[in-house]
């Protein structure tokens, strides 16, 4: 069975500091790791995901996330962050591509 | 990056009307769809999976007389809310599943807010 957890309901990071949201997951075989983005009122928008190739991976809006199979986590970040990415952010784990098990989401908020 | 469209993305209806929502993937063929349903500040509870051209697998606990599924072409789910009751407000997401060289990718749609008056 496969599982997520984010650490962290909330986050609040000052504008132009580090942003760091954590994602552990559980799998009892190789996963695809995603982190998805959520504004108010809106489906989810792809981040990053994780394919078994290189365990850093770069994803739009200048965020990345590591792979780390020791720690099971995914973390995700970001050097700097900015006022539009506030939102909340949701990692995902998937064994097959077909079911997505997602986590409870963590809600970011930058201060100006 | 691919494209899925919902419509519509609100609607509002009197207790015991039936309510369709559709998920389109715009720019690829999608075999199989997914819809979800979140809570106010919740996550995204998976109700069921959509095969085009067969019957949909529903997740445990979700009614599928209630909540009826049609997948008729590999670019179109449907999903209806039949009889709908106002614990069924909630915010639908419908997903299109793309299959590629480096593993497949869940695209979401923008979602529907559903009002039952």
């Avoid at chain 1, 982190?35 to 190739?53: F, R």
């Avoid at chain 1, 792979?67 to 506030?86: G, N, Q, V």
């Avoid at chain 2, 529903?58 to 209806?80: C, M, P, R, W």
């Avoid at chain 2, 997903?95 to 039952?116: C, E, I, N």
Wanted: net charge positive.
């Amino acid at each position: 069975a496969q599982s997520v957890t984010q650490l962290g309901s909330h986050v609040s990071v000052s504008e132009g500091a580090l942003v760091l949201l954590r994602c552990n997951y559980s799998s009892s075989v190789p996963p695809y790791l995603f982190w998805y983005v959520q504004y108010p009122n809106q489906g989810l928008q792809l981040l990053l995901k994780y394919t078994s190739a290189a365990t850093l991976v770069k994803g739009i809006n200048g965020f990345e996330a590591e792979f780390k199979k020791s720690e099971t986590s995914f973390h995700l970040t970001k050097p700097s962050a900015h006022m539009s990415d506030a939102a909340e952010y949701f990692c995902a784990v998937s064994v097959t591509g077909n079911q997505f098990y997602f986590g409870t989401g963590t809600s970011l908020t930058v201060i100006p | 990056g691919a494209v899925v469209s919902q419509h519509p993305s609100r609607v509002i209806c009197k207790s015991g009307t039936s309510v369709k929502i559709e998920c389109r993937s715009l720019d690829f063929q999608a075999t199989t769809m997914f819809w979800y349903r979140q809570f106010p500040k919740q996550s995204l509870m998976l109700m069921a999976t959509s095969n085009e051209g067969s019957k949909a697998t529903y997740e445990q606990g979700v009614e599928k007389d209630k909540f009826l599924i049609n997948h008729a072409s590999l670019t179109l789910s449907t999903l209806t809310v039949t009889s709908a009751h106002p614990e069924d407000s909630s915010f639908y997401i419908c997903s299109a599943r793309r299959t590629g060289r480096k593993g497949d990718t869940q695209y979401f749609g923008p979602g529907t807010r559903l009002t039952v008056l």
